[in-house]
Structure formats: C-alpha cells, structure tokens
C-alpha cells in the first residue's frame, strides 16, 4: 500500500473531505500510544469538551451570560458592585475635614482613595472674613469680607453752588484728575466767586474784617490780623505766633544808677527809667544785721560775685578775746597797770617805751595780754610765766608749733590737751581715714568724667579728664543765644529767619526817629 499513489487513495487526513455537518456520532482518528483508533466525536467530547447546552450565569453585579451555543458576554452591572465586593484599599473607615482641619487624600491610578490623613488649616492661600475691604482717597463703602462689599465713587458735592444763575449737580459717574485746570475766574463776576482764596495761591486764607490799626501777620495757613495797638506802644514779636504790643523803649543817655524798670513797690505799671533802690537787688541768702565784736569774729561767705551770700559768728579760740590794736608809744587805749579783763589782749600796732607793768620795749606785732594780774607782752622768742590764768613757763613758739612736732607731719588730738602726730604720705591722692582707734592714709579715688555732652546748645567740652571742663563753641538760639560768632555791624538789628538770629541793616534806612514817628501816627 506505501506504493499507491496518495493521490488516488488518501493516506493522510488533510486528504479527506471536510464532513458537511458536526455530529456527536462522527468519527475522529485517535492514536493512543503509538496505535491509531477511531472514536467517536460525542464520546471523545464527554471527557474533555464543553457540552453546548452548558450555562455561563451572571452572579451577583454582573449581567448578561447564557448557553455557549455562541458566545458569552459577562459585564458588571449598572450599581452592581456595593463596598462588599471591594477590596480593602488601605484607608481607614471614617470623617476626616472640620473647621481646624483640613483633609489630605491619597489616591491610586484607579481614582480609589488609598490613605487620608488631616493637617491643621493654617489659612494659607485665604483671605479671613474679617478682613477689611477700606474705601481709599475718592471712594465711599468697603467693609469685612463677610459680605458682600460695595465701593463707590466720592464726590465732593452733589449740590449746585447757589449762584445767580443756578448751576446743575450733574450726573456722571466718572472721576476727573487731580491736575485738571479750570480757566481763569472773572473776579468781578459774582457767579464765579466762592469762599476763600488760600494764602498759597494769593490770597489770605480767611475772610478778614479790616480793623483800623490793625497789622496783619503770617498765621502759617493763612493771613491773620492782630490786635490794635495804644497810641505810643511797639510791636513786640510773638515767634511763631501771634506778636503784641508794648512799651518802647528810647535809647538815650541817662543818670548813674537809673534803671529801666516797673515799679520799686506796689501793684504792676508801666515800665520807665527810674533810680535803682535796694529793693531791686536780689536777695543774697545772708540775713541782715551786724557780725563781729569784741567777743566774736564774724564768718562771711562770698560767691563768685563778690556777693556774701552768708555772715555768722564765731568765738575766739584759746580763752583769748580780741579786743583791737594798741599804741604802745600813746598808750592809746589806755591801758592801766594792774588792771584789765583776764584773758583779753591787743596788737601793738606802734613800738613804744610806754611802761605797762614793768614793760618798756615794745615792739610792732607784740600781743598785750592781760594774764589777770598784770600786762605781759608776748612774742615768738619770749616765754611768759602765766597766760589767761594759765601757770608755768609758756614758750610761744610752742604754741605756734606744737611741741613734739616735726617737718612733714600732721597732728590731731586723741584726747583733750593730747596730740599726737602722723607722717605726711609720700604718694599724693590720699586722704586721711579714721579707722576707729587712729587716722591712716588710705588711696583716694580718683574717677574721670567718662562722659560730657552739651547738647544742642553749640558748646563742646574740651577735655573729658578730671578736673575744671571749659566749654567752647556758640550758644544756639534755642537755649538763650544768639547763635552769631561776632558782635556784627553797628546801628545792625537782629533780626530772626526762623531758625537763627541775623544781624543786619535796618531795612529802608529806617532809625529810632522812624519807630517813635510811626508810633504817633499810629496813636
């Protein structure tokens, strides 16, 4: 049979006819195992086809399905999946937004929501409600953003001036610009005049009612006018205010002691030339009445002045009472043998033979002293027997130099009648401190001026060291001066721009003559 032609008898399936219709009865070539067998088409179908008559059904939210007699579609029905036949998608279950909150949300490539978590609100981005919404230069309304906010435009004045001939308020709502110009104004014309012409543009700033006498003066915005004078009075400048009238004052030679003043005593009146009186002298600080006598030595202050500012009493020291000096060649006081005030005594003033108790050669600056028995004389190499009652030898020089003193020491009492004595230092700024049984010398402190400044009055301090400061410079207007470094021109005035004094000439020639003229015709 492998030599018969396969054309003539078919030995290979695809040389078979295609059978015209399916059936379970049909055969089919099985091999199994090397040995080919036929086999029916529904048998072989019962253990691995599909009968056609078995159902493809749509489960819970799917549609469609049926026989597979054809083919089957599967689609998942309108609404059909519910949160059951989700998978969990890895949120967690609840509300997530409030007032304070605000909620973050993660979401997959399918638009399902994987996480959400929360972040406070911190308003970025957002305008609070509370915020204002303010009208600005032209404009009327605003108000917070709670509401709706409405702005519209400011104008000036609706209502026509009251003219003559009438005038219209108009209707547009358009604003026009700040440097628009108007046409000049026909000042003779009623109709386009109205209230007052400001002083930056000519005129006075304020509706004034001329007043005879009156003056008129800057009052900053506009032109004021001052009060009227009396007959005779001067203008006294106010600054930056309004100026007043007062007394003037005529130059002219006058008396010695006459000043220009009100009244020595009694209620105010008008300043004149009158003759100065004690009354016009300050008071010092010293009472009035008599210091010093023949038991007291008066203690005078004095300032810088000259002026004593202060006048006690003090006794004399030692028992002694002072009572003048003596002529020792007239006797002039006299002064009697044997008798006397003890303890009182006298400068000779004259060297005399004048035998006072035995004593005939007195000299210029002995002391007369009477010891309350008789006169001794006294001086810097005499010693007396008694002085002031006081018995012994009584060297003067040990009373002028105490006793037991030497160069360069410095004695104090440590008890009554006893001295004692300490070295000078040999270190200078130091000081004597008493540190509760005797004096020591301890260091003096000695601080500089860490730091002088005069302010605006144009004074500078020339050093910052211990020690007297001398100030240099001007003293500025503002704190009493002039601020001029020279005494300026004779016959100039001072005159202030505002700032600063300037001295310069009288405008126009203008001279005393002039003021007092002006006065009488003002008068």
Known sequence: ?????????????????????????????????????????????????????????????????????????????????????????????????????????????????????????????TVPVTTQVIAGQGLLGGGSLGNNVTLSANFSNTVPLATTTGGSAGVGISLSRTDHQHPPVNLSNQDEIDGTLPIDQGGTGRSNTSTPGAIAYGGGSDIALGSVGLAGQVLISGGAGAYTWGSALIQTDQPANVVFSGPASGADAPTSFRSLVNADLPNSGASAGTYGSATAIPVITVDA?????????????????????????????????????????????????????????????????????????????????????????????????????????????????????????????????????????????????????????????????????TLSGTLAPAHGGTGLTAAGTSGNVLTSNGTAWVSQAPAQGVTTDDVIALAVALG
Not at 3 to 23: H, K
Not at 75 to 97: E, K, M, R, W
Not at 101 to 123: H, K, L, M, Q, Y
Not at 352 to 360: H, K, P, S, Y
């Open 1 to 125: 049979m492998s030599d018969v032609p396969s054309n003539l008898i078919p030995s290979r399936v695809t040389q078979l006819p295609t059978a015209p219709v399916a059936s379970p009865d049909g055969l089919l070539l099985f091999t199994y195992q090397g040995v080919s067998y036929q086999v029916r088409a529904g048998d072989l179908l019962q253990v691995s086809g599909v009968p056609t008559t078995r159902q493809v059904i749509a489960g819970t939210g799917m549609t469609g399905g049926g026989q597979l007699t054809s083919d089957v579609t599967l689609s998942i029905a309108n609404d059909g999946v519910g949160t059951a036949q989700l998978a969990s998608s890895g949120a967690t279950p609840g509300t997530y937004g409030d007032g304070d909150n605000i909620p973050v949300v993660t979401v997959d490539e399918t638009g399902r929501i994987t996480a959400v978590t929360e972040i406070a609100s911190s308003g970025s981005g």
């Open 305 to 469: 002045k000259g002026v004593i500012t202060s006048a006690t009493t003090t006794s004399f020291q030692s028992g002694l009472s002072f009572q003048g000096t003596w002529n020792a060649s007239t006797n002039t006081p006299t002064l009697a043998s044997g008798s006397g005030v003890a303890g009182y005594y006298y400068i000779v003033s004259v060297a005399g033979t004048t035998n006072l108790d035995g004593v005939t050669d007195w000299q210029v600056g002995d002391w007369a002293v009477f010891n309350g028995t008789a006169w001794q004389k006294l001086d810097q190499t005499n010693s007396v027997t008694s002085v002031n009652g006081q018995t012994g030898v009584v060297n003067l020089t040990k009373i002028a130099n105490v006793e037991g003193g030497a160069a360069n020491k410095i004695v104090f009492n440590t008890a009554t009648d006893t001295t004692s004595f300490i070295d000078a230092p040999t270190t200078s700024n130091r000081f004597l401190k008493w540190n509760g049984s005797a004096f020591e010398w301890a260091s003096a402190v000695v601080t500089a001026v860490s730091a002088f400044s005069a302010g605006t009055t144009g004074f500078t301090p020339s050093t910052l060291s211990t020690g007297d400061i």
